[in-house]
């Protein structure tokens, strides 16, 4: 058996907020489109551990939790030419892009804000907190997500 990873995932509110996760129960993390992030995704395991993160907002933080429900699969909008995210270059023979499937933990009740973070020394090693850091998938420590944890049920 694989051991829980841990995870930060970004999603404008607008466009999908740990409301409409909850809403929805579940839901495909689709439209991702940086290698990087994406091969992210290929290595999570159902169990793994989300900090759910409101981006491009005021004030951006953590919103809440979920946990990857189902191991990655070919991400259907690359193949939708009615979708932002088509890629003409992603075929369902050779997929270039992958999302996994995320379920809805909990919401937390106040936003775990940015600046909050940036107050917590024990934190400043997140990769979130990184000058330049854009990705919307990116690996946490245990010892980061429990920490938050803690502290958003304060």
Not at 7 to 13: D, F, N, Q
Not at 16 to 27: M, N, V
Not at 63 to 84: E, I, M, R, Y
Not at 126 to 137: A, I, N, Y
Request: with cysteine; charged share 30%.
């Amino acid at each position: 058996m694989k051991s829980i990873q841990y995870w930060l995932m970004k999603s404008e509110p607008l466009t999908y907020s740990i409301e409409h996760l909850k809403k929805d129960k579940k839901a495909l993390w689709d439209g991702v489109r940086n290698y990087q992030a994406r091969n992210f995704m290929k290595n999570m395991n159902p169990g793994d551990k989300i900090l759910f993160y409101h981006s491009n907002t005021k004030p951006p933080g953590i919103a809440g939790l979920a946990c990857v429900s189902q191991s990655a699969v070919p991400d259907p909008t690359a193949f939708d030419k009615n979708s932002p995210y088509f890629d003409p270059k992603s075929t369902k023979e050779k997929p270039r892009w992958f999302c996994v499937e995320v379920q809805f933990e909990k919401a937390f009740s106040n936003l775990f804000s940015l600046e909050d973070l940036r107050k917590e020394k024990s934190l400043k090693n997140m990769l979130v907190l990184k000058k330049g850091q854009r990705l919307s998938v990116q690996p946490v420590t245990k010892k980061e997500y429990d920490y938050i944890i803690k502290r958003a049920e304060d």
